[in-house]
Nanobody, 116 residues
Framework: VQLAESGGGLVQAGGSLRLSCAAS????????ITWFRQPPGKEREGVAR????????YYSDSVKGRFTISNDYTTNVVFLQMNSLKPADTAVYYC??????????WGQGTQVTVSS
């Protein structure tokens, strides 16, 4: 059971990145996936969540209107499309789920750096 993020990098303010969270060992179909981020020196915060069972989506106020979470069941991947990036979006981004019998499952994280 594993989550693996990819797609981070360095981008100028106003640019875009798309992060991927690939699941292995389980199917995303019945679980909720949350994207968290942890800026330097700050606590981890949730920014987007998709409940694959009922399709409900949540965004934090800080990213609403700029980030879009989506999933691809055929490839078992959840995406985070990030547009209009700001220096304040600089952080390590993690995906997370909770699996019955396994508990919390975190990816290793991917670094996003937005230059001004």
């Amino acid at each position: 059971v594993q989550l693996a993020e990819s797609g981070g990098g360095l981008v100028q303010a106003g640019g875009s990145l798309r992060l991927s969270c690939a699941a292995s060992g389980f199917r995303l179909d019945d679980y909720a996936i949350t994207w968290f981020r942890q800026p330097p020196g700050k606590e981890r915060e949730g920014v987007a969540r998709i409940s694959n069972r009922d399709g409900k989506i949540y965004y934090s106020d800080s990213v609403k209107g700029r980030f879009t979470i989506s999933n691809d069941y055929t490839t078992n991947v959840v995406f985070l499309q990030m547009n209009s990036l700001k220096p304040a979006d600089t952080a390590v981004y993690y995906c997370h789920t909770w699996l019955q019998g396994n508990g919390d499952c975190w990816g290793q994280g991917t670094q996003v750096t937005v230059s001004s």
